[in-house]
Every structure is written in structure tokens, then in C-alpha cells.
């Protein structure tokens, strides 16, 4: 029995960093799209265009 419990807390534990990963990636997206967003105008008040990205 001892043994389901580890198995059930470290699958438990995965799933937290699994979260926590989540979390921290959507705030660095976050701020990525807000710069972004923040730079093309600058960029095409210059005359420039935004370098394509990929889809």
C-alpha cells in the first residue's frame, strides 16, 4: 500500500511542476506579445517593417 501512495505522490508532485511550468511560460508569453506589441509601432512610425515569423 505504501508503495501506490509514493507512486500517487510523485505523479501528484509531477503534476504541480507541470503547472507551475505552465503558469511561467504563459507570463513570458505574455510579456513577449505586450512587447511586440510595444515595438511595431515604433517600427513603422520609422518606415520599417517587422521581420516575418514563422507560423
Do not use: C, W
Amino acid at each position: 500500500m505504501r508503495h501506490a501512495f509514493t507512486i500517487a505522490y510523485q505523479k501528484e508532485s509531477q503534476v504541480q511542476r507541470d503547472e507551475q511550468a505552465g503558469d511561467e511560460f504563459k507570463g513570458e508569453l505574455a510579456n513577449a506579445q505586450r512587447l511586440r506589441g510595444e515595438k511595431l509601432p515604433t517600427l513603422r512610425q520609422r518606415g520599417g517593417e517587422p521581420p516575418l515569423q514563422p507560423v
